[in-house]
Structures are given as C-alpha cells and as structure tokens.
C-alpha cells in the first residue's frame, strides 16, 4: 500500500532528552514536510525538504532539527532546546516542492513531555 | 505575514442540517486553496481550489473560491454524524502552506 507512515504513534520524553520522529513515505514524492499542531490553533510548519539532501526551515524551526539523506525518509529530532515540545506532530509529503501540488499526510506523533 | 482565518471556531447541528464553512486570507503569492478534513489523526484532502467561480462537488459537499473578495466557503449538505471532524482551510503562498486553526463541527443524531 501507498502511504505515509509515522512512528511512533505516542512518545512520552523526560525535559533535557533529545527524540527523534520517524516519518517515512513510499509515493515517491520528491518534498516532505513536518508540522506542528496545538489545540485551537491551526497546523505550523517546522521544517520542509523540497529535494533529497536539502532542507529549509519554516516558520517554528527553532528547538528542532531534520536530515534527509534518502527520498522516502524525513526524520525530526526535538531536541532539548524546544522550550514547550508536547504536541501533536503531522509529517506530509508533495509530489513536488513546487507549493501547487497537494500535501498528504500521515497519522501523526503524539508527543509529551514528562 | 501571511494569514488564513477560518470561521466560525466550532459548530453544533442536527442530523440533515445544512452548514456552511468560511475561509478567508490574506497571502504574498496565492497559487490554491486546499480544505481538509481531519478526525483525531491524519487530515485528509477534500478539494483543491485554484480559480475562481468554478465550484467543486464531492457528494454532499461542494466547496467554491473568490479570489477577489479572498475567500472560501465548504457546503455539507444533508449532514451525517460521520461529518464530525475538524475542517481545515489552508493556502498554497508559494512553496508554503499556510493554515487556518480550523473549524470544529459536530453533527448530533
């Protein structure tokens, strides 16, 4: 089957660690993307890779870090850095990194901090 | 700073009402606008919506963009529980999505 998928699907973290989400995709799409969302407030982006090896950072990327060494893998690591991480974490993926083609998302990452 | 504002927040109907979702925005480089519907996890894609005037339909729902007056609207017709979900406005500004926090609907049997 075609999809997105993350892992995992709840995370709890003590402060001061360090988590790595997974998010992996097999519809061969070139851009990926990582996304933030709190309660009552809208999706937020966090990072986006148009192109394998390329990455740049949206509008809340501070706290957070991505690699993107292979096409179909999009890791992001919450570092200890970010000063309030619980929240829900949304990876998508694009066709391109044009802007015009729809974003399709996988299930989700739940994480708190303990 | 481009902005995406959804209304209203939230919504309570009877089974069989109509409803009627808002979606306006204020962006530097308008190339579409996507409306999601997302239940607990994933947000799933309903429409993209790139011209103005041209209304699109899947179902009971219908969805139609103006770019002058910079806005959107979501039509359900004949609602059904299942349509409970948070719907999801969101705009294409160049290589970006931009969202709006979203409208919560709750259909009541």
């Known amino acids: 089957d075609g999809g997105i998928t993350q892992s995992p699907k ?18 061969n799409h070139d851009a990926m993307y990582w996304y933030r969302q709190d309660p009552g407030q809208g999706l937020r982006l966090i990072y986006y890779s148009q192109i394998v090896n390329d990455f740049q950072k949206g509008d809340i990327a501070e706290g957070y870090s991505v690699s993107r060494e292979k096409k179909e893998s999009f890791p992001l690591t919450v570092t200890s850095a ?33 | 700073e481009d902005k995406v504002v959804q209304s209203p927040l939230s919504l309570v109907v009877h089974e069989g009402d109509t409803v009627t979702l808002n979606c306006s925005y204020e962006v530097t480089n308008f190339r579409s606008l996507l409306w999601y519907k997302q239940e607990k996890k994933a947000p799933t894609f309903l429409f993209m919506l790139t011209s103005s005037g041209i209304e699109k339909k899947s179902g009971r729902l219908s969805s139609i963009l103006d770019k002058k007056e910079l806005f959107s609207i979501l039509n359900i ?33």
């Not at chain 1, 990876?91 to 044009?98: I, P, R, V, W, Y």
């Not at chain 2, 017709?77 to 294409?92: H, N, R």
């Open chain 1, 10 to 27: 709840y995370l709890f973290r003590k402060e001061g660690q360090n988590v790595t989400l997974s998010c992996e995709q097999n519809l």
């Open chain 1, 82 to 114: 970010q000063k309030n991480p619980t929240a829900f974490y949304l990876c998508a993926s694009s066709l391109s990194g044009q802007g015009a083609d729809t974003q399709y998302f996988g299930p989700g990452t739940r994480l708190t901090v303990l």
């Open chain 2, 77 to 109: 017709t004949a609602t059904q529980t299942g349509d409970s979900a948070v719907y999801l406005c969101a705009v294409v500004s160049g290589n970006k999505l931009v969202f709006g926090a979203g409208t919560i609907l709750r259909v009541k049997s």
